[in-house]
């Protein structure tokens, strides 16, 4: 039998870690340590209905009924509803936004408002549910910029330069919350039996040494020339722009961009959806920018990478609307500059 011993003063659990690094800011009032930590059980509770998939009817469909004659809620939707619910009365929050519905969230009626913003894709990968493959969470949180009252749809319309916190939940064979507040990457993993996430991957790194490249490749007849040279590059079937070839790194996809980010994160590499150019569908990429493209961007740049549109780094996008989408470099900084080189050579005809 696997005995198991827990070193009970090595214990770190999410909420004494956010605290702590509260005490780093002597301004700190305690509200973003209580937002984040309100995340951090909207994710616990997400993860339960995940890992219970087929057996608790929730991966029927919106519409449906079940047994007892009671609507059967999609996992995304349950998802959505279940952020908005842990989050819609706390008196942190001035507003919200999810990347399931159209418009800004207002807190609930009668409830008081807070400083922060909260931006949220509540179940990231869904193409993937019906699976059982790794689906996540990604969350944004900024401060308020309008002065008082209800949020603003500018509120949530703001630079990831501007990000006071983001992060992600994974749900895979185990689940794991992993944030930044601006002072390094962290990682917990949720102990099943406590119920609670525990550090165990404090500031996060990208190695150096990039192993994976992550793309839809069955994409590549849309793919404008720079994105399939950079590719071939990656393979190690085409010569850098100073002629030289680089090792092939290898192929991982999985498809749901939390698990594809966290495994390059950890391992090592690069992540992109780039502009389908030849796919009118995608012609600014599919993923979000404040959903999705921001909040990673700041977790990569924070653990020593970089991301890109193909031209400009995440961070200093403005977003014009809620669901304005972006290409997307992510990870390495050698190779994510590296793709804005071959855009730069092969495809300044086609901007
Ligand atoms: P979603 O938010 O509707 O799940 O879409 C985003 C997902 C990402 O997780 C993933 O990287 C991408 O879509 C995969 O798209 P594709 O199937 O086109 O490769
Ligand atoms: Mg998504």
Do not use: H, W
């Given at each position: 039998m696997l005995k198991q011993s827990i070193d009970q003063d090595k214990i770190m659990t999410i909420e004494r870690h956010i605290f702590d690094e509260q005490q780093s800011h002597p301004e700190a009032t305690g509200v973003l340590t209580s937002l984040l930590y309100d995340i951090a059980l909207a994710g616990k509770v997400i993860a339960s209905q995940t890992s219970r998939g087929g057996l608790a009817e929730i991966l029927g469909k919106t519409g449906t009924t079940n047994i007892q004659g009671e609507e059967v809620m999609k996992l995304d939707d349950l998802a959505d509803r279940m952020i908005y619910r842990l989050n819609d009365h706390t008196g942190r929050l001035a507003v919200m936004a999810s990347e399931e519905r159209e418009d800004i969230l207002p807190v609930s009626p009668g409830y008081p408002l807070g400083k922060y913003v909260l931006l949220y894709d509540p179940l990231d990968?869904?193409?993937?549910?019906?699976?059982?493959?790794?689906?996540?969470?990604?969350?944004?949180?900024?401060?308020?910029?309008?002065?008082?009252?209800?949020?603003?749809?500018?509120?949530?319309?703001?630079?990831?330069?501007?990000?006071?916190?983001?992060?992600?939940?994974?749900?895979?064979?185990?689940?794991?919350?992993?944030?930044?507040?601006?002072m390094g990457v962290h990682g917990f993993t949720l102990d099943p039996i406590v119920g609670e996430f525990l550090l165990t991957h404090p500031y996060i790194r990208i190695p150096e040494v990039p192993k994976y490249y992550s793309v839809n490749q069955g994409y590549e007849r849309y793919w404008s020339e720079g994105i399939s040279r950079f590719t071939k590059y990656l393979q190690g079937d085409e010569a850098d722009l100073d002629g030289t070839f680089r090792k092939g790194l290898s192929l991982r996809y999985i498809g749901s961009m939390v698990a594809d980010f966290h495994r390059n994160l950890l391992g090592g590499g690069v992540f992109y959806y780039p502009a389908d150019s030849k796919d009118p569908r995608y012609t600014s990429g599919k993923l979000r920018l404040a959903y999705e493209s921001a909040p990673m961007a700041f977790i990569t740049e924070q653990a020593g990478g970089t991301s890109s549109n193909g031209s400009q780094n995440i961070l200093d996008l403005q977003p014009d609307s809620l669901h304005q989408r972006t290409p997307l470099f992510i990870g390495n900084r050698e190779l994510v500059e590296k793709a804005e080189a071959f855009i730069r050579k092969y495809d300044k005809q086609e901007k």
């Open positions: 990968g869904s193409s993937n549910i019906d699976y059982n493959v790794s689906i996540g969470t990604i969350f944004a949180i900024y401060n308020r910029k309008s002065e008082g009252g209800p949020g603003t749809l500018e509120d949530c319309l703001q630079k990831g330069r501007s990000l006071v916190a983001s992060g992600y939940l994974v749900y895979g064979a185990s689940t794991m919350l992993v944030y930044t507040s601006g």
